[in-house]
């Protein structure tokens, strides 16, 4: 299901994205073996490990390094690919959080639940883990 509104997304001027970046689902990745995040990390710079309640992937900001833990406090900035006039990606190349974002002036929703969110992340916990050894 496509969420894209360009005119909200145009009058939202990138809050969002300057907030904090959007993050990955598993579904976003061909491979996810530790050798097919191997290589989706290696090949692409923008990527980071996010240990929160259950441990995702994320876009980066500028200031996050390859892992970051949110246990202490919430780290947030702007996404590394957001430009001037927008995203880097197309709405096609974007990362299942970034095509789930509302923006509602000043405000951002998105369009999944906390719970589903946990449940798709959970069973790809083990690989994430050994993942970051590597990293």
Known sequence: ??????????????????????????????????????????????????????????????????????FEKRVSGPCVLLTPTGCKFSYDERPTGGKLLIPDYGRCYLKLDAKSFIKAWKPYSEVLHQLMAHL
């Not at 907030?19 to 061909?30: L, N, Y």
């Not at 191997?38 to 980066?60: G, N, P, Q, T």
């Open 1 to 70: 299901m496509k969420y894209e509104n360009q005119s909200l997304c145009s009058a939202c001027g990138g809050y969002c994205c300057k907030q904090s970046p959007c993050f990955f689902m598993p579904e976003d990745f061909p491979d996810l073996s530790l050798e097919g995040l191997l290589k989706e990390f290696r090949e692409k710079d923008y990527l980071c490990i996010i240990l929160d309640e259950v441990a995702y992937i994320s876009m980066r900001t500028e200031h996050w390094k390859s892992v970051v833990r949110l």
